[in-house]
């Protein structure tokens, strides 16, 4: 999908909060907040992740929602997206990996430790976070 330039601003933001939802193939949810959600000059979404729930639901149900919120904003001003993703690949290793890891670690130091796979998805939708049909 064609992303707008409304949702790679967004995604740009750095006052935004990354809430992401997944399920296991038996549909337990889980709920987790992700910082190192990156938009890729593809169009795709990248984050790193340890060996948690979001990782294990990802592995048996490769759909997930990604709530994108700008802080500040509230109440039907609340600015942000909602995001419906699939997984493209998950990477354990290899040059993509260690230059994703490499740039967290920068961020984060030795919290990077925790983190072993990192994940790429497609948007498949993007929706505005109170949507009432203006599009985005």
Known sequence: MAISEKVKE????????????TSSKDGTPNIAVI??????EDGTLIIAL?????YANLKENPCAVCLVKIEGTKGLQMEGCRLNLKVKSVLDGGEVYDNFI???????GSA???LKHVVIFEIAKARPVVDMGQGI
């Open 35 to 40: 910082g190192s959600t990156t938009l890729l």
């Open 50 to 54: 340890g060996d948690n729930r979001t």
């Open 10 to 21: 967004i995604l740009k933001s750095d006052s935004r909060l990354n809430v992401y939802s």
């Open 112 to 114: 990077a430790d925790i």
């Open 102 to 108: 490499a740039k967290l670690r920068k961020k984060i």
